[in-house]
Nanobody
Framework: QVQLVESGGGLVQSGGSLRLSCAAS????????MGWYRQAPGKQRELVAS???????SYTDFVKGRFTISRDDAKNTVYLQMNSLKPEDTAVYYC???????????????WGQGTQVTVSS
């Protein structure tokens, strides 16, 4: 079994910062692409940021310059540093990781259960 556990969410005022962490555990041979998604009430889940195994990154335009995604492969963990937060950033944030559980096996996407980020005005 593979589990992704997010942490670091919470309530913050507009302009504040939060750092989200997502640690993968269980049977893991290799973690490939990792990313953060968010879903606000009544809206579709959207990709916020992603990072490849080669450390190339991408961001949605709404967070570019404010958020930074990073990873620590020794800990099977992906981070999202969120600065200059806005009320529009309020959502449940989910991490996703593409994981190969065993050598020679296929790569499967796994999701965390989400962490609430609330930005007050």
């Amino acid at each position: 079994q593979v589990q992704l556990v997010e942490s670091g969410g919470g309530l913050v005022q507009s302009g504040g910062s939060l750092r989200l962490s997502c640690a993968a555990s269980g049977s893991i041979f290799r973690v490939y692409g990792m990313g953060w998604y968010r879903q606000a009430p009544g809206k579709q889940r959207e990709l916020v940021a992603s990072i490849s195994r080669a450390l190339s990154t991408s961001y949605t335009d709404f967070v570019k310059g404010r958020f930074t995604i990073s990873r620590d492969d020794a800990k099977n963990t992906v981070y999202l540093q969120m600065n200059s937060l806005k009320p529009e950033d309020t959502a449940v944030y989910y991490c996703k990781a593409d994981i190969q559980r065993y050598i020679g096996s296929i790569t499967v996407g796994y999701w965390g259960q989400g962490t609430q980020v609330t930005v007050s005005s």
